[in-house]
């Protein structure tokens, strides 16, 4: 049958579902139904159908043949849209998904107090949606469908997606005969969180060869423009990405220019404007004469404008432009910087390996320590004990110096911690007897996301005042393009972590990257120290690290801001919290 029938019957249908939710006339609600039943089974496809063609199917009126005919106008029904907009928001945010009509997703709202998409995710997963009249396994299958056809459809994508294909890309074109010179830049290189397009840049003599060879890659499903220039394609995850091939003198400015961001570039060509110089992809060039002054290197576009390089992280216009030019730019923590990595799960919670494999792994990138932070028993589906985790202390003390490392002389020093969850009023887990046994403790808000302001706020400040929380996880507990991060008063959170010498997470993994970079710079202003974690629940994700870096430098983080760059002795004395040693 064709689509357009199912799209127009289930406009029609959602129709009448708004039209009862909103409290309309219930006659006119079952006109709808009833209309939606035939265009769904008419053996026509209705696209191809005019007003006197729409009317001849059994239950479509004038009025209704009107409204299908504006839906393939215009793409929507104004009609619709207006009752659309009275619906609460929270039923909005469900209706997003594009599986879950009107009727269900108040359903779910009213029944469950469901207003988010991650909520009702949740709650299918919990299967706490069986229950309800009307929903089964198959409901709860087409919604989460629904779900997930949402969710990659955002038209951004997280900066690991980004990242893995724009390696792949440059490798391969780095081996390019005429290819003298190949980089990513655009908001890749300046590590924002998601990223739009994937931007690579080629110097090259002959950009033809390289245009040809970058359109026959593998990945490629579209060619949506070719020229000598420029290339831009559609790759098979849903990401475009544009090349552009400059000859090798203009390799700096080009660079420069394509990394952005744009907001970054004005300021740079001002600063330009001002000396009577003009700034492009092409180069810094005398206004005057139109010769060259230079653009073969980003070091010496930044020079002649009075500037030293400043690192794509921190190209946002936020301030770095006058603190180049006052040589006031933070020295960045860079990856080389860490020592060690203080949150991670192994296979006695939901880690996928086993303690003994993570271990050797963190030894194989060249930690000098490295913590198990598994969680703890408030987090019932982990089944954690005393028992369990006191027998894993013992397992890691023997385990603890024998991974050799290049961090190291002594080997690797494994530290014994746990992630624990804070309750809704800011307690955790376990005692303090209990905590006083480990080496660190990561504590996390895990539950209770909609508390409220005050109450989540308290919350967290309890848990910094308890003396053995270390590192506060995860802090906003926002996953990017699906949960919002929690409505505490941030700023509280964060007085508080300096207070009490409580170290802020920056979760490297990229679905989190929480902090996220303005909460590092708000957090900075309070003078907290930070933790660069991996929050590594199998192997590879211990390489995250390196988004974890990016958004730490975006925050203006600089080695002595992080304490797992520290050697392990200040580790160990900030561990403690201003206990006595
Ligand atoms: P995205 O792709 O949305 O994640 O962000 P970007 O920053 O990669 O933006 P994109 O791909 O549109 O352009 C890449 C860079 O090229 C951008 O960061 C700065 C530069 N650029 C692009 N268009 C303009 C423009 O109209 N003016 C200036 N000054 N720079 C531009
Ligand atoms: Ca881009
Ligand atoms: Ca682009
Ligand atoms: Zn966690």
Same mark, same amino acid.
């Given at each position: 049958m064709a689509r357009s029938n199912d799209e127009v019957a289930a406009l029609l249908q959602e129709y009448a579902d708004l039209i009862s939710i909103t409290g309309g006339d219930a006659f006119k609600a079952?006109?709808?139904?009833?209309?939606?039943?035939?265009?769904?089974?008419?053996?026509?496809?209705?696209?191809?159908?005019?007003?006197?063609?729409?009317?001849?199917?059994?239950?479509?009126?004038?009025?209704?043949?009107?409204?299908?005919?504006?839906?393939?106008?215009?793409?929507?029904?104004?009609?619709?849209?207006?009752?659309?907009?009275?619906?609460?928001?929270g039923v909005r945010r469900l209706t997003a998904i594009p599986t879950l009509g009107p009727k269900k997703a108040l359903t779910v709202y009213e029944e469950l107090g469901i207003s988010s998409v991650e909520e009702l995710a949740d709650a299918i997963h919990e299967e706490r949606l069986r229950d309800l009249k009307g929903f089964g396994p198959k409901t709860e299958e087409n919604i989460l469908h629904g779900i997930s056809l949402l969710r990659s459809s955002?038209?951004?994508?997280?900066?690991?997606?980004?990242?893995?294909?724009?390696?792949?890309?440059?490798?391969?074109?780095?081996?390019?005969?005429?290819?003298?010179?190949?980089?990513?830049?655009?908001?890749?290189?300046?590590?924002?969180?998601?990223?739009?397009?994937?931007?690579?840049?080629?110097?090259?003599?002959?950009?033809?060869?390289?245009?040809?060879?970058?359109?026959?890659?593998?990945? &490629? /499903? %579209?060619?949506?423009?070719? $020229? +000598?220039?420029?290339?831009?394609?559609?790759?098979?995850? @849903? !990401?475009?990405?544009?090349?552009?091939?400059?000859?090798?003198?203009?390799?700096?400015?080009?660079?420069?220019?394509?990394?952005?961001?744009?907001?970054?570039?004005?300021?740079?060509?001002?600063?330009?404007?001002?000396?009577?110089?003009?700034?492009?992809?092409?180069?810094?060039?005398?206004?005057?004469?139109?010769?060259?002054?230079?653009?073969?290197?980003?070091?010496?576009?930044?020079?002649?404008?009075?500037?030293?390089?400043?690192?794509?992280?921190?190209?946002?216009?936020?301030?770095?432009?006058?603190?180049?030019?006052?040589?006031?730019?933070?020295?960045? &923590? /860079? %990856?080389?910087?860490?020592? $060690? +990595?203080?949150?991670?799960?192994?296979?006695?919670?939901? @880690? !996928?390996?086993?303690?003994?494999?993570?271990?050797?792994?963190?030894?194989?990138?060249?930690?000098?320590?490295?913590?198990?932070?598994?969680?703890?028993?408030?987090?019932?589906?982990q089944r954690m004990t005393d028992e369990r985790i006191l027998a894993q202390r013992e397992r890691l003390r023997e385990l603890d110096g024998t991974y050799a490392t290049r961090g190291r002389r002594g080997g690797l020093r494994l530290l014994h911690g746990v992630e624990l969850n804070i309750g809704p009023d800011g307690e955790v887990d376990w005692p303090e007897e209990f905590l006083a046994g480990f080496d660190l403790c990561v504590a996390s808000v895990h539950s209770h996301f909609n508390q409220g302001r005050e109450a989540l706020t308290r919350r967290i400040v309890r848990a910094c005042e308890n003396p053995y929380v270390n590192i506060i996880g995860h802090p906003t507990t926002r996953i990017i393009g699906k949960r919002p991060g929690i409505d505490a008063d941030l700023d509280a959170v964060f007085a508080a972590c300096a207070r009490t010498g409580t170290a802020l997470e920056i979760n490297a993994h990229p679905d989190r990257l929480d902090l996220r970079d303005e909460d590092i710079l708000r957090a900075g202003r309070h003078g907290v120290r930070f933790a660069v974690d991996s929050d590594a629940h199998a192997v590879p994700h211990l390489a995250n690290m390196r988004y974890g870096i990016g958004t730490a430098q975006r925050g203006r983080l600089t080695g002595d801001d992080v304490i797992n760059t520290w050697p392990e002795r200040r580790l160990r004395s900030f561990l403690r919290k201003g206990q006595q040693a």
């Open positions: 079952r006109v709808h139904e009833k209309a939606a039943r035939s265009v769904g089974g008419h053996h026509a496809d209705v696209s191809t159908l005019d007003l006197k063609g729409l009317q001849q199917i059994p239950n479509v009126g004038k009025s209704i043949a009107r409204k299908i005919l504006e839906y393939f106008d215009n793409g929507s029904v104004s009609a619709v849209e207006e009752l659309r907009a009275k619906i609460p928001a955002g038209g951004r994508v997280r900066i690991d997606v980004a990242m893995g294909l724009a390696d792949d890309i440059v490798a391969e074109l780095s081996a390019l005969p005429g290819c003298l010179r190949c980089a990513y830049a655009g908001s890749l290189r300046r590590m924002r969180e998601t990223i739009g397009d994937i931007d690579i840049l080629v110097a090259a003599r002959k950009p033809a060869p390289v245009m040809r060879a970058f359109t026959e890659l593998p990945y &490629v /499903t %579209e060619v949506i423009g070719t $020229g +000598d220039k420029k290339t831009s394609v559609r790759t098979g995850k @849903g !990401l475009n990405v544009d090349l552009r091939v400059v000859p090798p003198d203009s390799w700096g400015a080009a660079l420069q220019y394509f990394t952005g961001s744009k907001a970054h570039n004005i300021r740079t060509r001002e600063l330009a404007v001002h000396q009577k110089l003009k700034l492009s992809e092409y180069g810094l060039f005398d206004v005057e004469s139109g010769k060259k002054i230079v653009s073969e290197t980003e070091e010496e576009v930044y020079a002649r404008l009075g500037l030293p390089w400043i690192p794509p992280t921190l190209r946002e216009d936020r301030g770095e432009i006058e603190d180049g030019l006052h040589g006031e730019l933070p020295d960045l &923590v /860079t %990856e080389t910087d860490l020592r $060690g +990595d203080l949150h991670s799960h192994t296979d006695l919670t939901d @880690g !996928l390996a086993p303690l003994e494999e993570m271990a050797q792994a963190a030894a194989a990138r060249g930690w000098a320590y490295y913590a198990i932070t598994d969680h703890g028993p408030d987090m019932a589906m």
